[in-house]
């Protein structure tokens, strides 16, 4: 067993952190304030690289691993959500997806330009009526010769503005006897007539990003354009959402990490009862188990994204990663908020952002409660993942780092 | 252009130094490429871009400084070198200098030799100087901006920033270029730089390497190292019922602590 990260993992680490700290961190506030996203975030990150990262050279990707992925998104969102949910998004979602389910074709054609940051790229399966219940979507596709006709509108989409592609899911076959067996998923370009979009606000948190609806009115897509069979869509976004939690489970991880060293500081510099407040045993007691929390939320993602590259299923590692992080990484903003006493409450400091923040993330990508009875299930024996026609692939640092032919 | 920018390791900036046993000490912050020399290293990167040639990264340190180099590559130097010696150990920067002149010297035929302004961690400020008197190059200091460089007229002209001002001179190749932040915004390393700097084979030199047998005794040691008495700083409000009330208590205050 060895827990030490590469020197290319520390190098993408701290490149990634050079990103947030310089060019995120000054202006923030300021955009969280506004309830928009900074017009260079995306830019820019495409300009690195950082859109790209765990993709295969050969594909547009800079060819590294799923660990770097998970590095990457931790420092991200020790500066802001909203950087983390364009990973989750933008790669875990969608791109992963692409590489794990998609044609040569499908993946030249769409692939290629989101891995370069040419192309934004968001997810779109939750409806208005189906959040955890997935099945209960109403979005519809509707075979009309060589094409499919969608029809639906999709709810709390991130990136739903910025996107020039959505992972797509509507129910070819509305009457299926079992209603998983009925989706579809298809590559949406935004451009196509009949799709519309728009951000939503007076959100609690992430609201530096872009969250809003796609909908879909008599939009045609070739067939070519469907992903994985017909009838394979909930399988497909089931896998897509083993990487997106994994994005969030090392964001949320990234999230304890700030309320912590935000912590750290200001426990150091505020005085009470003649002392810094650090040296009292209760904000002690916060702080230690706020170091806790990250070194375990930390470990957790780590195994998730271990398991990524050696190719082997870990819906339950990611799941148990990403509940244990975003529930911690609540626990942890409120704890700073605590320790920053009434300074916390407001934005004059972080913490109040952190907070805001974290809350979604117990909320979106399986609720906590998801969460929860899915570990129960895997315990008791009640759940088994059954294995997929096509896995995500592991990752072959060769194969990853090969030019195109 | 056979550029050479020449980088040191040092804690980073964030660590605290506290003084422990008369010796400075930064505990086990991380060490990092010293910030200073990321806007050498960018300098060296543009002067190769704008001219061609090539950048050699040369640091002078102990085997970790390997790292240093690696952050230098991840960033687009072609090659690093790293010159490491027990016997440079307690190099002060009359040996360091002599050590980097020497390993100048062995690379060959170099146009200019770039550093950061000082190191974060010795802060000296002196070692190009010193380098550039080794080699016998004009030593082109606290550079801020390099208006003109002609590789075929052997010239380069630079604005070198003073108090309040800034002085152009002009020198002719090779020479020594140490470099302030206002020259530049270094920038990240690159992922596929990431992954050339972490595949790369650094060699290493000894001082019998560089030709530089006996290693010079450092000149100077750091018997001891005081840390300065912390400034107590503590804040009180002034609160009263009107703005005028609470400047007159402010102003007598000020007179009681006889700030005014």
């Not at chain 1, 192309?119 to 060589?146: H, P, Q, Y």
């Not at chain 1, 500081?265 to 045993?281: K, L, N, S, V």
């Amino acid at each position: 067993m060895d827990l030490h990260l590469t020197p290319e993992h520390e190098m993408v680490r701290k490149m990634v952190r050079d990103f947030a700290e310089k060019e995120v961190a000054p202006i923030i506030q300021e955009w969280d304030r506004k309830g928009e996203m900074a017009p260079h975030i995306l830019p820019r990150m495409a300009e690195l690289g950082i859109l790209g990262i765990c993709l295969p050279v050969r594909y547009g990707g800079q060819g590294f691993d799923y660990l770097s992925l998970g590095l990457a998104c931790e420092e991200l969102e020790v500066v802001d959500t909203t950087l983390r949910v364009i990973m989750s998004v933008h790669m875990g979602l969608n791109s992963l997806g692409l590489l794990q389910w998609g044609s040569e074709e499908q993946k030249i054609r769409f692939l290629v330009p989101q891995a370069r940051g040419e192309k934004v790229a968001a997810f779109g399966l939750t409806e208005s009526g189906a959040g955890s219940d997935v099945a209960a979507m109403a979005s519809t596709a509707r075979r009309a010769g060589d094409d499919y006709v969608l029809n639906g509108e999709k709810i709390w989409i991130s990136l739903a503005t910025k996107a020039h592609h959505v992972l797509w899911f509507a129910k070819t076959d509305p009457v299926a006897t079992d209603p998983h067996d009925g989706i579809s998923a298809f590559v949406v370009e935004t451009a196509l007539p009949g799709v519309s979009c728009g951000d939503l606000h007076g959100k609690l948190g992430v609201r530096a990003g872009s969250t809003g609806w796609v909908s879909c009115q008599d939009v045609r897509v070739p067939s070519s354009h469907r992903l994985g069979e017909e009838g394979e869509g909930f399988r497909i976004a089931m896998s897509c959402l083993d990487n997106g939690r994994y994005t969030v489970a090392s964001g949320a991880t990234g999230l304890i990490r700030a309320s912590l060293e935000a912590s750290l500081r200001y426990a150091q510099e505020r005085r009470t009862f003649g002392r810094p407040i650090a040296g009292h045993q209760l904000v002690q007691q916060k702080i230690a188990r706020m170091v806790q929390s990250y070194e375990a939320a930390r470990l957790l993602y780590w195994q998730a994204g271990w398991l990524k590259n050696i190719g082997r299923r870990n819906t339950r590692e990611t799941s148990m990663a990403k509940w244990f992080a975003t529930d911690a990484s609540v626990e942890a903003a409120l704890e700073a908020i605590q320790i920053h006493g009434a300074y916390g409450y407001s934005d004059e400091y972080p913490v109040e952002r952190y907070l805001r923040n974290a809350k979604g993330a117990v909320i979106y990508e399986g609720t906590s409660e998801i969460h929860t009875l899915m570990q129960a299930g895997y315990a008791l024996g009640t759940r088994t993942d059954a294995a997929l026609r096509l896995e995500l692939p592991a990752y072959d640092a060769a194969a990853w780092q090969a030019a195109a032919a | 252009m056979n550029v050479v920018v020449c980088v040191k390791q040092t804690p980073d900036t964030a660590a605290s130094l506290s003084v422990k046993d008369g010796r400075a000490s930064w505990g086990d912050a991380p060490l990092v490429l010293n910030p200073w020399d990321e806007y050498a290293v960018e300098q060296a990167l543009r002067t190769k871009e704008t001219h061609g040639g090539k950048v050699t990264a040369l640091s002078m340190g102990p085997t970790e400084a390997r790292e240093a180099l690696k952050q230098s590559l991840a960033m687009g130097c072609d090659e690093a070198v790293l010159v490491t010696d027990p016997a440079l150990a307690e190099a002060d920067s009359l040996v360091t200098s002599a050590a980097l002149a020497a390993a100048l010297r062995k690379i060959g035929d170099v146009d200019i030799a770039f550093f950061g302004k000082q190191a974060v961690d010795t802060d000296t400020g002196v070692t190009a100087a010193q380098v550039a008197r080794r080699l016998g190059w004009p030593s082109l200091t606290l550079t801020a901006a390099i208006p003109a460089l002609d590789p075929s007229q052997r010239s380069i002209t630079v604005e070198r920033m003073m108090e309040e001002s800034r002085q152009t001179v002009r020198a002719g190749l090779p020479a020594v270029v140490s470099v302030v932040k206002e020259i530049n915004e270094p920038r990240y390393p690159s992922f596929m730089g990431i992954r050339r700097a972490s595949k790369a084979e650094i060699p290493v030199w000894s001082a019998a390497d560089i030709g530089l047998t006996p290693v010079p005794a450092a000149v100077l040691s750091w018997p001891e190292m005081i840390a300065p008495p912390k400034v107590e700083v503590s804040c009180e409000f002034i609160e009263g019922a009107t703005p005028q009330e609470i400047a007159a208590q402010l102003v007598s205050k000020l007179f009681e602590a006889k700030v005014i």
